[in-house]
């Protein structure tokens, strides 16, 4: 049986370990028999949970392209409905770059193309990507909120966001999610009492960029503790990594990225690897 998580007070089990897919879109993207054959390995694996924003992409002239993939890739597998697709909206990508814009008018168009993309009525989890400093939270909150009446989208999200921005969003609208950069070497979150008031909300967790991120995660596979523990217990430094992110709480839902089978396949490895108490000292003690 697979570890399992709640999706914040939707009733919704997911598996612990979710895909980010991030890393199946950008400009140094595998070919699409490949990034298909990442999803269909992690659905065969028995993983439930997808992570994917509009502008997972090359540039804004290939927005949508993961939500296309997720979709084409489900339907193959003849499982359309069966996986939980949490999708975003609130960033553009001019020439690539990563701009905020979360403003009621492009969440608005930004959800409807997602549903083309994804090919469905309603979205299940639907995430605000970032707060945008030129409009009130809640006015991009307040817009998630009306897509919701209209049944375009069920449980709203955040993501990038502080205590203060989780306590005035709920103050209009329930909070499933919030998905914020959260890893064995950035630990922010647990110390900013972000974490906490998840827990106190019973809000759900999403840790992204739960190796490292992107560019970062090379760092993982040297860190001493992790492969002295990933000796100990016949796996890799990631595989703790991830362990060591699920051992912190129940309420936390790592999406590690991949691009590789390999990546993807290891992560779901983590749920089951039990740490001691000892080694989740060590881990929780660990100077970085
Ligand atoms: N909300 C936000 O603003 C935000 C920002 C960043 C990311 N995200 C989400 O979080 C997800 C994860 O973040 P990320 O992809 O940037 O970083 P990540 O999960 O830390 O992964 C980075 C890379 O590490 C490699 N990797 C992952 N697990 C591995 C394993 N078990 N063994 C060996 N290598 C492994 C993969 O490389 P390969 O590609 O070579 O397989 C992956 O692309 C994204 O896909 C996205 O859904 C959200």
Known sequence: MLK????????????????????????????EKTAIEVIRV?????????????????DNSDVGHNERLIQKALKTAGKTGEIIIATKGGLRRPKGRWETDASPAWLRTSCERSLLDLDTDSIFLYQLHAPDPRVSLIESVGELLRLREEGKIQHIGLSNVNTHEILAALTIAPITSVQNRCNFLERKSFTNGVIELCVEKNITFIAHSPVGGHFDHGKLATNRTLMKLAQEHGASPYEIALAWLLASGEHILPIPGASKVSSITSSLKSMDITLSHSDFRLLNQVDI
């Open 42 to 58: 992690f659905i065969d694996l028995g993983g439930n949970f997808i992570d994917t924003a509009n502008v997972y992409c090359k």
């Open 4 to 31: 399992t998580r709640q999706l914040g007070k939707t009733g919704k089990s997911v598996t612990a370990i979710g895909l980010g897919a991030m890393p199946l879109s950008l400009a140094n993207r595998p070919d």
